[in-house]
């Protein structure tokens, strides 16, 4: 199938700060034409899923409970990609508004996590499929509520202060911790919340400074899984295409 026929990923931002950094760059070095649509700036939810060949949901500031129109719209474009099997991957409140569209439920976090924190990855064939031979790695983290694992869904990643870190549902996969942003995301929150880094405290919370100073080291851990994750999402979204191509083409020729 030539990608000039690939119908776009489509990515939902909310929050001006919370942009998809690598998720989009790695898109591009993929040649896999995508649709950036940007609600805090007044887009609207897409009606339908037709048009689309993927669903990407990034993070943001509400919670996935907070009755904000949009939501609901979200939710809804959600069910309608899992129910079309359009593979959907989420980012945070993305994982959250996952978890919520296949009816888990989103909670206050059993700790806070902003900063770096080490993931650990399940045993078992399915992580295995996602994560390769990789069994824990440093995950960046800036959440203050945490999804539930849904029911037919399996948790494949772990954390020591919120245990929920990561499922898959078919080929959906959402994600707690934030394996999308980049040094200039980390800089951008790190500075813009100085204040509240200040004063708040926690086993799973990291000053400022050190969540800086650790960047050097950990991004690029977490940027190698990244790749991993986004080229096994992105082998879901074109095994589909390649599908229902197929189905076209022998429906054509009957």
């Given at each position: ?165 990561a499922f898959v549902s078919g080929p959906h996969i959402g994600f707690q911790p934030h394996i999308e942003v980049d040094e200039a995301v980390i800089r951008l929150w790190a500075d813009k919340d100085r204040v509240m880094l200040k004063n708040l ?54």
């Amino acid at each position: 199938m030539s990608l000039l026929s690939l119908k776009p990923v489509a990515i939902l931002e909310y929050d001006l700060d919370n942009s998809p950094a690598y998720f989009a760059e790695y898109l591009r070095g993929e040649k896999i034409p995508f649709e950036h649509i940007r609600i805090d700036q007044g887009a609207a939810v897409p009606k339908s899923i037709t048009p689309f060949s993927g669903l990407c949901l990034m993070g943001g500031s509400p919670s996935v409970n907070d009755d904000l129109p949009w939501i609901g719209d979200v939710l809804k474009l959600t069910r309608e990609a899992i129910a079309h099997d359009v593979p959907v991957i989420g980012h945070c409140f993305g994982g959250q508004l996952l978890s919520k569209a296949l009816g888990g439920t989103i909670t206050q976090s059993p700790e806070p996590e902003i900063g770096w924190g080490n993931c650990a990855i399940e045993s078992g064939e399915l992580a295995h499929e996602w994560f390769g031979k990789v069994r824990e790695f440093p995950a960046f983290q800036w959440h203050f509520e945490s999804f539930s694992i849904p029911e037919n869904a399996s948790r494949i990643l772990r954390g020591e202060n919120c245990p929920n870190q990561a499922f898959v549902s078919g080929p959906h996969i959402g994600f707690q911790p934030h394996i999308e942003v980049d040094e200039a995301v980390i800089r951008l929150w790190a500075d813009k919340d100085r204040v509240m880094l200040k004063n708040l405290r926690g086993p799973g919370v990291q000053t400022r400074q050190k969540m800086i100073a650790e960047m050097k080291a950990k991004l690029p851990a977490m940027r190698a899984i990244s790749q991993q994750i986004y080229g096994v999402w992105l082998g879901n979204v074109l095994e589909r295409q390649m599908s229902i191509t197929t189905e076209v083409i022998a429906a054509m020729t009957r």
